[in-house]
């Protein structure tokens, strides 16, 4: 159990951070050398996210990708407003997990009426990212949450307040060798399916994970993209994304280009954690699936934006989790000269989700839409 005061060093790439017990926002201050933000840009919520490659906001939770925090940041202040005090309920727990590392902070007893907090710090030291355990309040309300970062006169924009208080999850107990004990499953070949239940007790969260070799071969000449728009670093830049439909015939596209990364906390259910621009992340690119049972259908699709213009250079791979599946799509047949790829299928048949291995490949998004029938009207877009 975590303690006021304590540090840690971070492993991973990606810090989640959830709270149990206090309905309110988490917000996030980018901070420079002097522990200050430069200006309101660097404060950062929900609404108004302008560092979506950094901070992706989630049902009660933040969640960070440290590769994509721009140089000049040295710390990050991770804040929260709420609308009661924090010490209300008596149970408030909060939670950080990045890589290998999961731990909890009971923070109630280390307040009283205080609505607004920084409960943790995350920065660098000695090339290294740390957090610290904060647990300051602030009795004064949220402007003197955002003085004490140097951001005073910044008022919160309206937003959604977030879901009622809901204890934090227990983690899944681990087997005796230390990790989980999942059925593995490879779809070899187009047209190959897997049934993923949807029994709430088998778990009804669905992480996507897309990976790929980062650097193209040498000589590779760039993408369509990349010379379209000036991009060009020699790092190959895929995109993962879906067209989703749900129950009801509502439809939509979540994806880096155009910058709508799903969401966590209302319709569709489905969101992107980040837009990994050179395949520098060690987790690649994540969408998770958090209501499965409210939708029809997912097309899961890669886009190779820039870097290369063969999947048969980036090895991509497509990883589907459950509690306790794990299905594995390999890019292995790539049609030459072919940009778009749509890698699998999920389509609700009542008692589960059905994924079929596609892995078929297009110039672009329309031809694809058009082969599966979506019907959305395309335009040229740019990151």
């Known amino acids: 159990m975590l303690v006021r005061g304590q540090r840690q060093v971070l492993e991973g790439d990606t810090v989640h951070v959830s709270l149990g017990g206090a309905a309110g926002n988490f917000v996030c201050f980018l901070l420079d050398a002097g522990n200050k933000v430069p200006d309101g840009s660097h404060v950062v919520v929900a609404r108004g996210n302008g560092f979506r490659q950094v901070f992706s906001f989630e049902g009660n939770g933040v969640q960070m990708t440290l590769s994509a925090v721009p140089a000049a940041v040295q710390r990050i202040g991770v804040g929260f407003t709420s609308t009661l005090p924090l010490a209300a309920s008596g149970k408030g727990v909060l939670s950080v997990q990045c890589g290998n590392f999961s731990d909890s902070y009971a923070f109630a007893p280390d307040f009283s009426q205080e609505q607004d907090a920084v409960f943790l710090e995350v920065y660098r030291k000695d090339g290294k990212w740390r957090f610290s355990v904060e647990a300051q309040g602030f009795s004064k309300g949220f402007s003197s949450l955002a003085e004490h970062y140097g951001a005073a006169g910044f008022t ?50 669905i992480h996507i994970n897309l990976n790929w070799d980062s650097g193209a071969p040498t000589g590779a000449k760039k993408g369509f993209f990349s010379s379209l728009f000036g991009g060009g670093s020699g790092d190959v830049d895929l995109d993962l994304g879906c067209m989703f439909e749900l129950q009801d015939g509502r439809k939509g596209v979540i994806q880096p280009l155009g910058g709508y990364l799903g969401s966590g906390s209302e319709d569709p259910f489905i969101y992107l954690d980040k837009d990994d621009r050179s395949g520098g992340a060690s987790d690649g690119e994540n969408m998770y699936i958090l209501k499965p049972e409210i939708l029809r259908r997912v ?22 989790k459950t509690s306790n599946e794990e299905i594995t799509i390999r890019l292995d047949n790539p049609d030459a000269g072919k940009r778009f790829c749509a890698v699998g299928l999920f389509e ?3 008692h589960g ?25 395309w335009k040229a877009g740019r990151k």
């Open 156 to 205: 919160l924009p309206p937003a959604s307040p977030m879901p009622a208080p809901v204890p934090p999850s227990p983690s899944p107990a681990p087997s005796p060798s230390g990790s989980l004990s999942l059925s593995k499953v490879t779809l070899e070949k187009r047209g190959e399916k897997k049934l993923l239940s949807l029994e709430k007790k088998e778990g009804q969260r």
């Open 299 to 320: 097309l899961v699709f890669a886009l190779i934006y820039e870097g290369t213009a063969r999947f048969s250079d980036v090895n991509g791979r497509l990883t589907i």
């Open 348 to 350: 609700n048949r009542g």
């Open 353 to 377: 989700l059905e994924l079929s291995k596609e892995e078929r490949y297009f110039d672009n998004h329309q031809p694809c839409d058009e082969h599966y029938g979506f019907g959305f009207n």
